[in-house]
């Protein structure tokens, strides 16, 4: 048994710090959230809750420069409200999952350039990933110590006052376990990288988790993700499929008749309109510009 620590075990303990924060921000109310960091900052947040946005904002944009994604804008995120604050938290988190799942092996230890304000830095994707985790660790602390000058205390929040790694309350793995399945990918063979990786961004809602050497790339909502690779496709296959609508993927949701109208309005190539299905499921069907077959579904109510 190696006992380097993984990985795992760091976005296991920050996310048992996450659960235990929101609680106490929910139970101190906004006043926590709007408590002053000092006057000798560098400006890139005046409060706590403005320090919790940058910490799952730097998340979220790291990943997004691994993966040559636009740099989202989290302004809009409001500072002062515990539970918008960590739902954006878990959408930074799971796509910061993503990413670690999905990244090609081959790649982790190849230096990247990547441009920070003034700065230019050449850092290796497993250095950047530890950065983000150890930062998140950093300001946490940070947090607690103006919380405390304030006279708001709480549980201890050292990893030595948590759980263990691969105990019961901090889920993470361990030699005892038996191995598990944490994610499951279609590999879908495209013609132009570039036009479907856009089309699933723009019209379909995903975000891009990485672009690799041109030719592969992996795109995803909600944690789920589909694999992109430039390759040559047999025509007469796609053609076989989409006339007995053999489906390439399966996509079960929540809200389907909010999602329907999101990609009507954002001119998704749908092929089969919204409708109740025998089988007991609302499903409606999608084509991207390979031809691939996506069903979206949910179970009637």
Request: proline fraction near 6%; hydrophobic fraction near 40%; charged fraction near 25%.
């Amino acid at each position: 048994m190696s006992p380097g620590v993984t990985f795992s075990d760091l976005l296991a303990y920050t996310e048992w710090e996450r659960d235990k924060w929101v609680s106490r921000f929910k139970a101190h109310g906004p006043h926590a959230l709007a408590i002053g960091v000092g006057p000798h900052g560098d400006g890139r947040f005046a409060t706590v809750g403005e320090m919790i946005r940058h910490i799952f904002s730097a998340e979220l944009r790291y990943v997004e420069r691994l993966s040559q994604a636009p740099l989202s804008n989290t302004a809009s995120v409001p500072a002062d409200n515990a539970d918008a604050l960590f739902r954006f938290g878990q959408e930074s988190r799971g796509r910061l999952r993503t990413f670690i799942t999905s990244y090609p092996a081959e790649t982790w230890d190849a230096g990247q350039e990547f441009a920070l304000g003034k700065h230019v830095v050449t850092a290796t994707p497993r250095k950047i990933v530890l950065h983000i985790l150890a930062h998140e660790m950093k300001h946490w602390a940070q947090i607690a110590a103006l919380l405390r000058r304030e006279g708001l205390t709480g549980d201890f929040h050292d990893a030595l006052f948590g759980p263990d790694p691969g105990s019961t309350l901090m889920p993470g793995p361990a030699a005892h376990r038996p191995p598990e399945v944490i994610g499951v990918a279609p590999q879908f063979l495209v013609g132009d990288l570039l036009v479907a990786t856009e089309y699933y961004r723009d019209k379909l809602g995903f975000a891009t988790d990485f672009v690799y050497q041109s030719f592969y790339a992996s795109v995803s909502r909600d944690g789920f993700s589909i694999h992109l690779k430039c390759a040559p496709k047999t025509a007469s296959d796609r053609t076989h499929r989409k006339q007995n609508e053999h489906l390439d993927a399966y996509i079960s949701v929540r809200g389907i008749e909010a999602l329907f109208m999101e990609l009507q309005a954002k001119g998704a190539r749908i092929i089969r309109s919204l409708a109740e299905r025998p089988w007991a499921r609302k499903e409606f069907y999608v084509e991207d510009p390979d031809g691939y077959l996506l069903c979206f579904s949910e179970e009637s109510a």
